[in-house]
């Protein structure tokens, strides 16, 4: 079991290169074991199980896989119902894809961080531990707008290049309303199919935009789903809109504006603190078998554990990496395989200047940014948050990023950088969720159970996909449902 205080050891982990399970562990381990000792100390401890427990009884109700807001929702769910639970985490750290980290003389998030109130998962979270909000206007109110054109910056006249960057997007989505008229039930009509090849380039090819809005639209929907725009699938982000009622002020609010101002760790200690689960940091699963009415889960290091359900709350992009007996279903193994797009970088930079409100943008065929913006800014500088599709662009070395903030502001000293590279994080493969065009039409089959196993992750949740309320929308269904059918 751990405490509160381990949970909270976001120790920075930027330094991992390795891409296998194996090297990542090693690495890893240097700044865990302090973790691993206190796991092992655990008074609930289950005694080693024998094969003799598999179809017999087991040691818990239920095993969940993977500590981020899906698994930590899941396993709140199944404690609080007095379900014998326990969560296993690969990592020396709860939290996942959510990453509250610190960055000079604060903390920072290098993963998932906005939320919003027409998000109902995760705003009945802020509700329900009266977690406060922060607030970062900055992002929805530039003073200056730079955009790459040819290699070279151009300075946007906002309030004539804005309306028509807007109108591009509400073009883009003309439709999501007829496409998706209830959200939250996203096969609830046909009227999607005709849409279930098109990518997000075909549907901005469609519009007929003029040169330098496209650069924009371009820019805008290929951070959305952070992947190149002839690479996602354009319902991808049609849903969104409709969930927020389709109009681009809520929009602009969603993806870049509030968050949790203790840090999305908050949010993840409130489930976890709320729950009873017996959590187990450093103890990635490799094996998963089913017989009889159990399940039985192997561990890397050779431990095994057996339940009645278990719940696989890691990324999809990290499914197949799992063995299962007996398979699971080829469209779960193959859509894991061939991955979701959702990849690239996110960084904090910290610039000598005050450089007042900046956004930049550069369109999908420049890799390290498509999408920068001051986050605070004052005399002691200037913080800003940036977003590329380059999973391999070295977020942490001050030149590198210095040369690429110079392309749009010559000007500018940056003088800090900061950020994680989750595309070399086995237990991650990627950002968020944005899946292929054809993998639309797979979500159900995405969840469906296989025998005693669920998968919940945000990558197969039904509305918000890839974002923290996809997390908690299916963590808390699926734990919910365990909960019932084990009462
Ligand atoms: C850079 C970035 C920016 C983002 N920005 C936002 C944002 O602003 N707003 C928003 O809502 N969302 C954002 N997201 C997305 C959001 O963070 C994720 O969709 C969400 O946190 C995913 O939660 P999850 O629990 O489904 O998966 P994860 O958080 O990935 O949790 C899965 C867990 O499983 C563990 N695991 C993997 N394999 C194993 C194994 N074999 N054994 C045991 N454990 C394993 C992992 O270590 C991990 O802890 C962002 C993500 C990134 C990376």
């Known amino acids: 079991m751990t405490d509160k205080k381990e949970r909270e050891d976001q120790t920075a982990s930027s330094e991992t290169k390795g891409s296998s399970r194996r090297q990542f562990m090693a690495t890893a381990a240097v700044t865990s074991v302090g973790l691993v000792a206190a796991c092992s100390q655990s008074a609930d401890e289950p005694s080693a199980p024998t094969a003799a427990n598999v179809g017999g009884g087991s040691d818990y109700d239920v095993i969940v896989i993977g500590g981020g807001m899906a698994g930590c929702a899941a396993a709140r769910e199944t404690s609080k119902a007095g379900l014998r639970t326990v969560l296993l985490e690969a990592r020396n750290r709860l939290g996942g894809r959510t990453y509250y980290a610190p960055f000079g003389d604060k903390k920072v998030e290098l993963g998932g961080n906005y939320i919003y109130w027409l998000q109902p998962h995760v705003w009945a979270e802020v509700d329900r531990y009266a977690l406060p909000i922060g607030d970062s206007p900055a992002a929805v109110n530039p003073d200056r707008w730079i955009y790459l054109k040819d290699g070279k910056p151009v ?66 929907w290929s951070i959305m789903s952070h992947a190149k725009c002839s690479d996602g699938g354009f319902l991808e982000m049609l849903r ?51 017989s009889g009415d159990s399940v039985r889960v192997t561990t890397e290091d050779g431990q095994t554990l057996t339940a009645k359900r278990v719940i696989v709350s890691t990324p999809l992009n990290t499914w197949a990496d799992i063995e299962y007996d007996p398979q699971i279903s080829d469209v779960k193994l193959q ?75 010559p000007e500018v000293e940056v003088t800090k950088t900061y950020g994680y590279q989750w595309a070399l994080d086995p237990f991650s493969k990627g950002t968020w969720c944005t899946l292929r065009p054809h993998q639309f039409a797979l979500v159900p089959e995405l969840q469906r159970p296989e025998g005693n196993i669920r998968f919940a992750t945000s990558d197969n949740a039904t509305m918000w996909r890839g974002w923290i309320d996809g997390a908690i929308e299916i963590g808390t269904r699926t734990g919910q449902i365990y909960a019932q059918e084990l009462a």
Request: aromatic letters at 10%; one cysteine or more; proline letters at 4%.
């Open 335 to 409: 859509v894991s395989q061939e991955r979701h797009v959702g990849n690239g970088n996110k960084l904090h930079i910290m610039t000598k200047q005050d450089i007042g409100n900046v956004f930049l943008t550069a369109d999908d065929s420049f890799g390290p940014l498509q999408y920068g913006y001051t986050y605070t800014t004052g005399p002691e500088g200037t913080h800003m948050l940036s977003y590329g599709l380059d999973g391999m662009f070295d977020v942490n070395n001050l030149e590198t990023v210095s040369d690429m903030i110079n392309l749009f502001m």
């Open 155 to 220: 300075e946007a006249d906002i309030p004539t290049f804005w309306p028509k960057v807007d109108q591009g997007l509400i073009d883009f989505c003309a439709n999501s309303r007829e496409v998706f008229p209830r959200p939250y039930d996203t096969f609830f009509t046909d009227n999607w199919k005709p849409y279930q090849e098109l990518s997000i380039q075909d549907r901005i090819d469609q519009l007929g935009l003029e040169e330098d809005v496209e650069l924009a639209v371009n820019a805008i």
């Open 240 to 290: 969104w809109w409709a969930a927020l009622g389709s109009n681009s002020i809520d929009f602009n609010n969603a993806v870049s504006r509030y968050k949790l101002d203790n840090g999305t760790s908050s949010l993840i200690n409130a489930m976890i603190d709320d729950g009873s689960a017996e959590v187990k940091l450093s103890t990635p699963v490799s094996r998963i078998e089913q």
